[in-house]
């Protein structure tokens, strides 16, 4: 078990890695290759499971591969919806507080791709939600934080630091997205967004009374101006 512990440690810590559309494509070629072999070798004695065998494959590949497709969907696709049950069954999935604290994380980075890819096609309404969604993600992270924190310090303090170098990498995107952009709309909501993720380190940092598991305002300063009004993290060194 202790093995398994560290196996497990040390993969969390690797970045998920998605095949290729091109990899897609012939790994679903290749099981309806098999599939079609199989089922010709049984179609002379069992035309009845080959049918049956046949519609089940059929099935298990299609909804795989609407799966497979929704994990690099963005927020203006059909298949948008399917990604959000995907990351619902992955978070159901997540029971100790550093897989909650990796998976709350990750959503996050894949809002703020989201986010950016919307900003690129002028879907501000779109970029605007997934903002959002960046936000609530560090936000639900910061209250795994503190919650930890009050029953054990050390594991809490280990979370606290990944959240704190999360939440700085994603401002410097952020601030670089900002100096990008010209849309007024657009800056404000990164501003807003930028203000939101620095306080999520104060959530972390609040005893789990006093938040009553609410989430964090928006400063009202990081709506209307181009610049945030609170300090944003900086990268440990």
Known sequence: ????????????????VMPSPGAK???WNLVLAAVEQS???????????????AAVSAGVLLVA??????????????????KGVVENVRGALAFSPSD?????????????????????RHRLDLADRALNGLDDQLNDAALVVQSEKQSDPALG????????????????????????????????????????AAQAIQTANKPASSNGGGKPSASPAGKGSGTSATPHPTPNH
């Open 1 to 16: 078990m202790e093995r398994l512990e560290r196996l497990a440690e040390r993969l969390r810590s690797i970045d998920p």
């Open 157 to 196: 303090a280990s979370l606290e630091n990944r959240l704190v170098q999360a939440i700085a990498t994603h401002d410097q995107q952020l601030a670089g997205l900002q100096g990008q952009v010209t849309n007024p709309e657009a800056i404000a909501a990164i501003a807003q967004a930028r203000d939101r």
């Open 39 to 53: 089922a010709t070798v049984r179609s002379r004695s069992h035309p009845v499971r080959r049918l049956v065998l």
């Open 25 to 27: 494509i012939r790994g």
């Open 100 to 120: 909650k604290v990796a998976f709350h994380l990750d959503l996050a980075r894949t809002r703020l791709t989201e986010a950016e890819a919307m900003i690129a």
């Open 65 to 82: 591969g609407a799966v497979a497709a929704s994990a690099d969907s963005l927020p203006d696709s059909a298949l948008y919806s399917l």
